[in-house]
């Protein structure tokens, strides 16, 4: 796949987040002048693997493996400056250069305070009382976005100066809930650590269009924990779908040019919620094991299933996918039997579901319908798909009416076929 000049391609997952879109960044940076995350925060993680080596990012762009490329965090991001000041650090010392001019955060992305970690944690403790549990990471993400809405939190603009936090900080004062003495030192030294990384990424990200610079835009986490259009309330606290990918970088969204959807070639979940596809007992901890399906940054088991066809066609409306990039199919490998989700029935009524599950309770009565294909030995050989892949890849496409772009083969960068 070519990246256009002058046009920014978005990358973002379809199903409930972990689905390799770092890799795929990884990847198409290679061709990209600015790469940026546009919205989540450090409760979503990339991992890539270059020659062997592990690399884990948490609010650092996949394209800060290519020197090649700028790096920016949007105005949609939240941003926790200590996790920050620790990822730069730990990428420089694996051997990949940060510097001003390389990476750009935006002043209006918001602030991760101590007090949203706690008030998550709170929250979160609240509701494993009445059974309403979300399975937050706990990392300040939802307080933080509620403070974005409630005009009430910092932002990064807010942080580059001492003094103007600190009358910020008076303004509000339950912000200043766990920053008190050294802590409040050691934050206020880190946003000067981080100041010169400070900028209007918006107008980077616009003038370098204007210039031809071919731009990424990296999604987080996936559409089925989109705060809107996900398994409500099960979900996290952003607008994940590539609608809102656009206003989280501040670039007009007809200058998206390609909506690349990634996907497993089966399911995961982590927290809790609705999980039609969810498989149980020795096989799902065998899948488990073999995709090795831990949290990225929180190390949490990942629920494993099928893939469910039925919320993929859905959300490649919702989403305008131009493209589907087929990860993790190499994990199937042996397996006799790969199951597809291709229908739901009502538990209430034993029959076909009417419409897409809207609520809770529709999510809880969904029974998923699942056909069989055969498996595969092994994804390809060179280029050529095997033949039992290729039939579960046009199965996939003709469901969903979106052609694949590219197909993972193995874990590292070079392992992946383009089709388009």
């Avoid at 972990?18 to 198409?28: C, Q, R, S, T, Y």
């Avoid at 007009?252 to 919620?273: C, D, E, F, M």
């Avoid at 090795?292 to 919320?311: C, I, K």
Wanted: with cysteine; proline share 5%.
């Amino acid at each position: 796949m070519k990246l256009k000049h002058g046009a920014a391609t978005l990358v973002l997952g379809v199903q409930y987040g972990d689905e390799g879109k770092g890799k795929l960044v990884d990847v198409l940076a290679e061709q990209a002048e600015l790469v940026c995350r546009v919205q989540g925060g450090n409760n979503a993680g990339h991992t890539i693997w270059v020659n062997g080596e592990k690399i884990v990012t948490q609010l650092l762009p996949s394209g800060i493996l290519r020197e090649n490329c700028e790096i920016g965090i949007g105005a949609g991001v939240v941003v926790d400056p200590f996790v920050l000041r620790d990822e730069i650090k730990k990428i420089k010392s694996q051997g990949y250069d940060i510097t001003p001019e390389r990476l750009h955060v935006d002043y209006r992305a918001s602030v991760i305070l101590p007090y949203h970690k706690n008030m998550d944690l709170k929250r979160e403790l609240e509701r494993s009382k009445n059974t309403t549990k979300i399975g937050t990471t706990g990392r300040g993400i939802g307080p933080t976005y509620a403070s974005r809405a409630y005009r009430e939190g910092p932002r990064i603009a807010e942080i580059a100066s001492p003094e103007n936090f600190k009358n910020w900080l008076k303004a509000n004062p339950y912000l200043a809930e766990g920053l008190e003495g050294k802590l409040l030192d050691e934050f206020l030294e880190t946003a000067e650590l981080l100041r010169p990384y400070m900028k209007d990424l918006a107008m980077i990200a616009n003038n370098r269009l204007s210039q031809g610079a071919r731009v990424l835009l990296e999604g987080a986490q996936g559409a089925m924990l989109d705060v809107s259009f996900g398994t409500y309330p099960y979900v996290t606290s952003s607008n994940l779908v590539a609608g809102s990918c656009a206003g989280g970088l501040g670039i007009p969204p007809w200058k998206i040019s390609s909506i690349l959807g990634v996907i497993k070639a089966y399911s995961t979940r982590v927290g809790n919620g609705p999980y039609p596809a969810e498989l149980s007992g020795p096989f799902a901890d065998e899948l488990r094991k073999r995709g090795h399906e831990f949290g990225t940054n929180t190390g949490r088991p990942r629920s494993v299933g099928w893939l469910d066809l039925v919320a993929l066609r859905y959300l490649a409306k919702i989403n305008g996918l131009t493209g589907l990039a087929i990860m993790k199919a190499d994990v199937l490998a042996g397996i006799e039997h790969i199951g597809l989700i291709t229908n739901y029935n009502d538990k209430r009524t034993n029959k076909e579901m009417n419409g897409y599950p809207m609520t809770q309770n529709a999510w809880d009565n969904v029974e998923p319908v699942i056909e069989f294909m055969d498996g595969w030995e092994n994804v390809a050989v060179g280029s050529n798909l095997n033949k039992n892949y290729k039939a579960f890849v046009k199965k996939i496409e003709e469901f969903i009416d979106v052609p694949s772009a590219y197909i993972s083969t193995g874990a590292e960068r070079s392992e992946g076929i383009w089709l388009a």
